[in-house]
């Protein structure tokens, strides 16, 4: 099945820097990368996702590239700000809609 | 807004126990799917449903089992509660078709004494 790995675990930075999370997958024929946020103690919440006919998305201050030949991808975060603290969770769906998550990356911005 | 809701927020059972987890969402989605979720795991699959009395194994099913007897409601089931099976159980819904991302629920953080 599939395997995605996330890096990295914690990520720490100041207001108004960038923030880089990157995700890999093991599956070829995934298709669908979301990313969630889930702040603390909330559900997570579907903020931006790509799929694999793309190799850029972005929306505002973030995006989202997908690199289908080194199967990776990865969230860019800029203008960092407090309310971008969160948990961030990345995802790839190959057969059906089951997604299988990497393990998360803790955000935190330092003001 | 399609909304998921967990029946429980919090859920404190003793080992042993038969523990219900519900899940309901309101927009006929027709997948329906429970995670659980441990720091530095991520979301684990445990059981999915693509249809009524349908259901699947995820990656992590032992211990656990599910029912679907209506389109809108998604139960979890720990036949008999273990402190392993302390976590926080995340309900997530989506439609069907290529490139559709989860609604999730607010969660239930279920621990076993």
């Known amino acids: 099945g599939e395997n995605v790995e996330q890096h990295p675990s914690t990520l720490s930075v100041q207001e108004g820097d960038s923030a880089v999370i990157k995700c890999t997958y093991s599956d070829s024929a995934s298709n669908y990368f979301p990313w969630y946020k889930q702040e603390l103690g909330k559900r997570p919440q579907l903020i931006i996702d790509?799929?694999?006919?793309?190799g850029e998305k972005k929306d505002q201050r973030i995006a989202v590239t997908l690199n289908k030949t080194a199967k990776h991808f990865s969230l860019h975060i800029t203008e960092t700000q407090p309310e971008d603290s969160a948990v961030y969770f990345c995802?790839?769906?190959?057969?059906?809609?089951?997604?299988?998550f990497g393990g998360g990356t803790r955000v935190l911005v330092k003001p | 807004d399609v909304k998921v809701t967990q029946s429980s927020r919090y859920l404190v059972k003793r080992t042993g126990e038969k523990v219900f987890l519900e899940c309901v969402q309101d927009m006929d989605h027709e997948n329906m799917f429970w995670y659980r979720q441990d720091p530095g795991l991520g979301l684990r699959l445990i059981y999915f449903?693509?249809?009524?009395?349908?259901?699947e194994k995820g990656d992590i099913p032992e211990g656990y089992s599910v029912s679907r007897e209506k389109k809108e409601r998604f139960s979890l089931i720990l036949e008999s509660a273990s402190t392993n099976q302390t976590s926080m159980y995340l309900c997530?819904?989506?439609?069907?078709?290529?490139?559709?991302?989860?609604?999730f629920g607010s969660g239930t953080r279920l621990t076993v004494v």
């Open positions: 997530a819904s989506s439609l069907t078709g290529e490139g559709y991302g989860y609604t």
């Open positions: 995802a790839a769906s190959s057969a059906g809609n089951k997604l299988t």
């Open positions: 790509i799929r694999s006919n793309v």
């Open positions: 449903s693509y249809d009524v009395k349908m259901k």
